[in-house]
């Protein structure tokens, strides 16, 4: 009779993203991977048991002995303490006669063991210093040590996050290689532990992109599988394909430097690194484990790479799972200094409220993989629903007419009533069309405040605008021509706006100066569209 043991670590999110400092993310990042992947499987392997598989904050040991399993638990636990401290994890141990026939049945009582002991854990006992003791800046902890270079006093968490930050880069280098090689950014390009690295131009407004990817239905993909053997193979190979996905996507943007950063196409110079004094690359992966990945990049690629991760984890899962699985993208537009935490919170939410419109649109059918954003121009303090429920629809008018168009399709086609809501016809027709009549743009901001107005004022502003500019509906122009173009989808006359009573117009218009041109994405000299087609 062998033990088999359910790990699983609790407060990873406020562990990782509770700071603002973004070498203390990467750090939080490197030691929950740490935790799993290394330290317990070393300790499984000392004391002659071994660890099955890992991933996204859970793993699963087998043992010969209850006393086996315990005495890992205990081991791993004093290791997160002295190593890690602020994170902290759950187990339960279950006895197993080691057959296929019943393994899941097993793990669905593990899983339900594990849920009622993190439901009545205790709450950890924190020492708060007794008024005496100088607060961490980060975590209002007790002060251990003094950050002479930044001038701020460290709790344990923070000493503990910022020390393994500066191992971050090697790690992603290694998990990216292949061939036993690390992979690298161009000679004149550098990974960045900042976030003021990041989405700033000088002179111009810092504005970040804080992008959470997530798998589709991977849990009911993993609930599946008949066999720990088979739950072992099954991880391993999402986690090749996440690594894959990630490494696809930031080679998208390393072939696409030259024109992101060419100012002539409009696009934006890079942030030096100081030390360094070389460009710093204007993404940072920080989690990236299996179908789970976030990361923080330049707001004016953010979409663009978004999309671009999901039709990567489409392409390598049909390699590697042997059948093509999607996912969801949410992504938060904040300044550089807006909370971290609360900007991770919003793509999260976002990505989740994407998944569950796609569920309520096409029920059980897991054939799309889509995006959604939000734009935080201040403090951003009200709750997601709070914000939604004021901003979504018309004030002035009596329907109820949705100001946006979101969630945008980047694979698989829309309903068929709502072709707009395609992400490559929005993102390489009605976005790049808005931000080729760069002369017009006041009059567009212009259509912006209109459309709050609702369907029926849009309608006759947009008829004085044919009568008086003439006014192209075609999804090709003639840049020859004149007056305004305002593409329209194949097969769908939108003359008043709201094709049912929503539009993808104010979203574009939002868009327009917050994304790059088309033109500075380039392959071999050639412009390309974001989706890596001829526009």
Same mark, same amino acid.
């Given at each position: 009779?062998?033990?088999?043991?359910?790990?699983?670590?609790?407060?990873?999110?406020?562990?990782?993203?509770?700071?603002?400092?973004?070498?203390?993310?990467?750090?939080?990042?490197?030691?929950?991977?740490?935790?799993?992947?290394?330290?317990?499987?070393?300790?499984?392997?000392?004391?002659?048991?071994?660890?099955?598989?890992?991933?996204?904050?859970?793993?699963?040991?087998?043992?010969?002995?209850?006393?086996?399993?315990?005495?890992?638990?205990?081991?791993?636990?004093?290791?997160?303490?002295?190593?890690?401290?602020?994170?902290?994890?759950?187990?339960?141990?279950?006895?197993?006669?080691?057959?296929?026939?019943?393994?899941?049945?097993?793990?669905?009582?593990?899983?339900?063991?594990?849920?009622?002991?993190?439901?009545?854990?205790?709450?950890?006992?924190?020492?708060?210093?007794?008024?005496?003791?100088?607060?961490?800046?980060?975590?209002?902890?007790?002060?251990?040590?003094?950050?002479?270079?930044?001038?701020?006093?460290?709790?344990?968490?923070?000493?503990?996050?910022?020390?393994?930050?500066?191992?971050?880069?090697?790690?992603?280098?290694?998990?990216?290689?292949?061939?036993?090689?690390?992979?690298?950014?161009?000679? $004149?390009?550098?990974?960045?532990? &900042?976030?003021? !690295?990041?989405? #700033? +131009?000088?002179? =111009?407004?810092?504005? /970040?992109?804080?992008?959470?990817? $997530?798998?589709?239905?991977?849990? &009911?993909?993993? !609930?599946?599988? #008949? +066999?720990?053997? =088979?739950?072992?193979? /099954?991880?391993?190979?999402?986690?090749?394909?996440?690594?894959?996905?990630?490494?696809?996507?930031?080679?998208?943007?390393?072939?696409?430097?030259?024109?992101?950063?060419?100012?002539?196409?409009?696009?934006?110079?890079?942030?030096?690194?100081?030390?360094?004094?070389?460009?710093?690359?204007?993404?940072?992966?920080?989690?990236?484990?299996?179908?789970?990945?976030?990361?923080?990049?330049?707001?004016?690629?953010?979409?663009?790479?978004?999309?671009?991760?999901?039709?990567?984890?489409?392409?390598?899962?049909?390699?590697?799972?042997?059948?093509?699985?999607?996912?969801?993208?949410?992504?938060?537009?904040?300044?550089?200094?807006?909370?971290?935490?609360?900007?991770?919170?919003?793509?999260?939410?976002?990505?989740?409220?994407?998944?569950?419109?796609?569920?309520?649109?096409?029920?059980?059918?897991?054939?799309?993989?889509?995006?959604?954003?939000?734009?935080?121009?201040?403090?951003?303090?009200?709750?997601?629903?709070?914000?939604?429920?004021?901003?979504?629809?018309?004030?002035?008018?009596?329907?109820?007419?949705?100001?946006?168009?979101?969630?945008?399709?980047?694979?698989?086609?829309?309903?068929?009533?709502?072709?707009?809501?395609?992400?490559?016809?929005?993102?390489?027709?009605?976005?790049?069309?808005?931000?080729?009549?760069?002369?017009?743009?006041?009059?567009?901001?212009?259509?912006?405040?209109?459309?709050?107005?609702?369907?029926?004022?849009?309608?006759?502003?947009?008829?004085?605008?044919?009568?008086?500019?003439?006014?192209?509906?075609?999804?090709?122009?003639?840049?020859?021509?004149?007056?305004?173009?305002?593409?329209?989808?194949?097969?769908?006359?939108?003359?008043?706006?709201?094709?049912?009573?929503?539009?993808?117009?104010?979203?574009?218009?939002?868009?327009?100066?917050?994304?790059?041109?088309?033109?500075?994405?380039?392959?071999?000299?050639?412009?390309?569209?974001?989706?890596?087609?001829?526009?």
């Amino acid at each position: 009779m062998s033990y088999l043991s359910l790990y699983d670590l609790t407060g990873i999110q406020p562990y990782i993203f509770g700071s603002n400092i973004l070498q203390e993310n990467l750090g939080g990042s490197y030691l929950v991977k740490q935790a799993l992947d290394e330290w317990l499987k070393n300790i499984a392997c000392k004391i002659g048991a071994k660890c099955q598989w890992s991933g996204g904050g859970n793993a699963m040991v087998m043992t010969a002995s209850l006393d086996q399993a315990k005495e890992i638990a205990t081991e791993l636990s004093r290791r997160l303490h002295q190593t890690a401290p602020g994170l902290y994890v759950t187990c339960v141990h279950q006895p197993w006669n080691g057959g296929d026939a019943d393994f899941k049945e097993q793990r669905k009582n593990l899983l339900r063991k594990l849920n009622i002991n993190k439901a009545g854990r205790w709450s950890p006992a924190v020492f708060d210093g007794s008024g005496v003791t100088a607060a961490c800046i980060s975590t209002g902890e007790p002060a251990v040590k003094w950050d002479q270079k930044d001038e701020r006093w460290l709790g344990p968490t923070a000493k503990s996050r910022l020390d393994y930050g500066k191992k971050a880069a090697e790690d992603l280098q290694n998990i990216l290689g292949s061939n036993q090689k690390k992979y690298s950014l161009p000679n $004149d390009l550098v990974w960045t532990n &900042q976030l003021d !690295k990041l989405g #700033r +131009s000088c002179g =111009e407004q810092s504005i /970040l992109g804080v992008i959470h990817f $997530d798998g589709n239905s991977m849990g &009911q993909r993993f !609930k599946k599988a #008949r +066999s720990l053997l =088979e739950l072992c193979e /099954l991880s391993k190979r999402v986690n090749e394909a996440g690594k894959y996905t990630l490494r696809t996507a930031l080679d998208w943007v390393t072939d696409n430097i030259t024109g992101i950063t060419d100012t002539n196409k409009g696009g934006f110079s890079l942030s030096i690194d100081d030390k360094r004094s070389k460009p710093c690359f204007p993404v940072r992966p920080i989690v990236y484990g299996g179908d789970d990945i976030t990361l923080v990049c330049d707001a004016r690629i953010a979409l663009d790479l978004a999309a671009e991760l999901l039709r990567a984890w489409y392409r390598h899962t049909g390699d590697l799972l042997g059948e093509p699985a999607h996912a969801c993208a949410g992504i938060a537009l904040v300044r550089v200094h807006y909370p971290f935490y609360r900007a991770y919170q919003l793509a999260e939410k976002l990505c989740k409220e994407t998944k569950k419109y796609l569920r309520k649109k096409h029920g059980e059918s897991d054939d799309f993989s889509a995006l959604d954003w939000e734009f935080i121009a201040g403090a951003g303090l009200t709750s997601f629903d709070q914000r939604r429920s004021s901003d979504l629809y018309c004030a002035a008018s009596d329907e109820q007419e949705r100001l946006h168009a979101r969630p945008y399709y980047v694979i698989g086609d829309p309903p068929t009533t709502a072709p707009y809501r395609d992400w490559n016809w929005f993102r390489n027709t009605l976005v790049h069309a808005l931000q080729q009549q760069e002369e017009t743009h006041t009059r567009f901001k212009e259509l912006a405040s209109i459309l709050h107005q609702g369907a029926s004022v849009t309608r006759i502003h947009l008829d004085r605008w044919r009568d008086r500019f003439g006014l192209s509906r075609a999804e090709e122009w003639d840049d020859s021509a004149d007056g305004l173009w305002l593409p329209e989808p194949k097969n769908l006359a939108i003359s008043d706006g709201f094709p049912n009573n929503e539009t993808p117009y104010l979203d574009a218009i939002e868009l327009m100066d917050r994304i790059l041109p088309l033109r500075c994405y380039t392959n071999n000299g050639k412009e390309e569209s974001a989706t890596g087609e001829s526009p």
